[in-house]
């Protein structure tokens, strides 16, 4: 799988956009983009994800750049149950999920 | 509230003890994976199932040994543990394992070594 880089820790306010960068410069015409989040105590949770196209839900909203080389994902009014580990993953061999370190995102009140 | 249902969610277990972590789910998915997640640390896969057979192994020591005895259940047979094996052990299963569907999870069982 493609590796992906994500700032370590990011703060948001409260109500605000919360928009979160990812890096996968070596990505694959066929490796998807996904992102889990992982609260404490938890097991990860599927966000969202995509092949070329931007790609919305009612969690999210993913944009993928043109090239494909870099991705966001927008949480569009942060609460504070959106604080955890945000893991961007590029997926490409059957069955596998490879987790990079992840951004630990803080909302604050 | 999460579809793939974990069990135990604590388990403390000496290092001769034997025991088993069960894991199921009834969203018809067939594809159903092990992962191990130290603290601090992302989750890394351990096991995948497809179609109850056994498709990749991620060179897991033989201390641990998976089951899928139907398309519905997953086990984890623990036996001989080390201290070093305490995690948060978690599973997942997607409709059939493509790249294309996603992975839901557990909450995990958290495992103490004594």
């Known amino acids: 799988d493609a590796k992906t880089t994500q700032p370590p820790s990011m703060d948001c306010a409260e109500g605000r956009a919360a928009n979160l960068p990812c890096n996968h410069s070596?990505?694959?015409?066929?490796?998807?983009v996904y992102w889990y989040r992982q609260i404490h105590s938890q097991g990860p949770q599927y966000i969202i994800h995509g092949l070329k196209n931007n790609e919305t839900n009612e969690m999210a909203s993913l944009i993928i750049t043109e090239d494909r080389k870099s991705s966001t994902l927008i949480l569009p009014h942060a609460t504070l149950r959106d604080t955890a580990v945000y893991y961007c993953?590029?997926?490409?061999?059957?069955?596998?999920?490879?987790f990079g370190k992840g951004t630990r995102l803080h909302i604050l009140p | 509230d999460t579809e793939v249902t974990q069990t135990p969610k604590h388990l403390v277990m000496g290092m001769t003890n034997k025991k088993s972590l069960k894991c199921e789910q009834h969203?018809?998915?067939?594809?159903m994976y092990w992962y191990k997640q130290k603290a601090k640390k992302p989750p890394e896969l351990m096991f995948v199932y497809s179609y109850e057979k056994l498709s990749i192994n991620e060179s897991v020591p033989s201390r641990f040994s998976p089951e899928c005895p139907n398309s519905s259940l997953l086990n984890l047979h623990l036996h001989a543990l080390q201290p070093e094996d305490s995690a948060l052990y978690l599973c997942?299963?997607?409709?059939?394992?493509?790249?294309?569907?996603?992975?839901?999870f557990g909450d995990g069982t958290r495992l103490s070594i004594l």
């Open positions: 070596t990505i694959s015409g066929n490796e998807y």
């Open positions: 993953i590029v997926r490409v061999a059957y069955d596998k999920i490879i």
């Open positions: 997942a299963s997607s409709l059939q394992g493509a790249v294309n569907q996603p992975q839901h």
């Open positions: 969203m018809g998915h067939r594809a």
